[in-house]
């Protein structure tokens, strides 16, 4: 019996401005441009590519910050202070603007941590993910947005122990994140983000 092999390459890219220029002129082939993960490197300009759908890509600048070239990918990385609140109280730089070409849907993966800031013994810490869905309709009452947090936490406080939860709505194009928790002193949500385009 022959065992069946399966190769598969991830294959970072480096060239001159002109070459990757030439990857997306009209007539160029199609499997020559960046496949969807595929990282470019311009050896003369320094910029730097992620390919994307076929005959589109994302500029990523070189200085560590992010160069949103279309709105439907960011880079986002924070820290923020979350005070205390009986109610939920959005989360002001996560709202997500979701792609404009979708007519359809968005989704957004959020990487995130909190640590408490008023305790020495760090008695609570949570980390995961928060995965946010949105289904677009012609009527933007009709729109939906869910969130699932994935995350865990250690939580040594006796019970009932405080808790913190976050909740996803979309509101005029934009999905904004909100929070709501019950500690006595204020959180760090830290968090880098990847904002997909719709499919």
Not at 31 to 50: A, S, Y
Not at 133 to 157: K, Q, R
Request: charged share 10%; net charge negative.
């Amino acid at each position: 019996m022959t065992a069946q092999v399966v190769l598969s390459r991830i294959q970072n890219r480096r060239g001159t401005q002109a070459q990757f220029d030439a990857l997306y002129a009209p007539a160029a082939p199609i499997e020559q441009q960046l496949q969807p993960g595929e990282i470019g490197f311009c050896t003369d300009t320094n910029r730097v590519f992620i390919g994307r759908d076929v005959g589109t890509f994302t500029e990523i600048t070189t200085n560590g910050a992010a160069s949103v070239v279309d709105a439907t990918l960011e880079f986002i990385p924070m820290s923020v202070t979350l005070p205390p609140t009986a109610t939920w109280a959005p989360v002001l730089s996560m709202a997500f603007t979701l792609d404009p070409l979708s007519t359809t849907s968005g989704y957004i993966s959020v990487l995130y941590s909190v640590l408490e800031t008023g305790s020495t013994t760090t008695p609570f810490t949570k980390s995961g993910t928060l995965t946010i869905s949105s289904s677009i309709s012609p009527n933007p009452v009709a729109t939906i947005s869910t969130l699932t947090d994935s995350g865990t936490e250690i939580n040594v406080y006796p019970d009932p122990k405080p808790d913190i939860s976050f909740k996803a709505v979309y509101s005029g194009g934009t999905v904004q994140i909100s929070y709501i928790h019950n500690f006595v002193s204020p959180l760090i949500l830290r968090s880098s983000s990847i904002h997909w385009q719709g499919f």
